[in-house]
């Protein structure tokens, strides 16, 4: 079991409307910009993470829908979430690469969902320094699927060896 979650573990025994407020207050905090976007930390387990953004001014584009920055965000805090329950305590998780292609206007609110494979827990587990590419989807209230998304993540140490 990792920092986070061991973090998260302490918040299981809270009654259950209070647990996901405690949890996105605790989440918001150690990545605020998750905080600003109002992102709402839905489920988070070692396999998968499931993130809401609701379509909100602060998050709205030009057309009143949520903007494709705030898209990205919340497809890229699903992947990072899920990465995070996984990496060493010794390690650091870094986004190497995104790809996200827009394809239809959304609407309303957005859900991203990731997961990771046992392969995957099992390498990041194991291994000091490595990469992985997070499964993600992001659907609208509508249940269309707007943007298709790619994100590559690694881990390395936390200390640089010495030379």
């Known amino acids: 079991m990792n920092r986070l979650q061991r973090t ?4 299981d025994g809270l009654p259950g409307p209070l647990r996901g407020a405690a949890r996105n207050f605790a989440l918001r905090r150690a990545v605020p910009f998750t905080g600003t976007a109002s992102l709402d930390f839905v489920a988070l387990t070692p396999e998968r993470s499931e993130i809401h953004v609701a379509n909100r001014r602060p998050v709205q584009n030009h057309i009143k829908g949520v903007h494709a920055a705030a898209m990205s965000l919340l497809a890229e805090t699903a992947t990072g ?3 995070g329950m996984n990496v060493r305590d010794d390690c650091l998780p870094l986004c190497k690469s995104l790809q996200v292609n827009f394809r239809k206007r959304a ?3 957005l859900v991203a969902r990731a997961h990771l494979t046992e392969a995957q827990r099992a390498s990041m587990a194991s291994e000091t320094k490595g990469e992985v590419r997070v499964a993600v989807t992001v ?6 699927e707007p943007i298709e998304c790619e994100f590559v993540w690694a881990w390395v140490p936390k200390e640089k060896p010495q030379a």
């Open 8 to 11: 998260l573990a302490k918040l």
């Open 81 to 83: 979430m899920v990465v």
């Open 107 to 109: 609407t309303g609110g």
């Open 139 to 144: 659907t609208d209230e509508a249940g269309i």
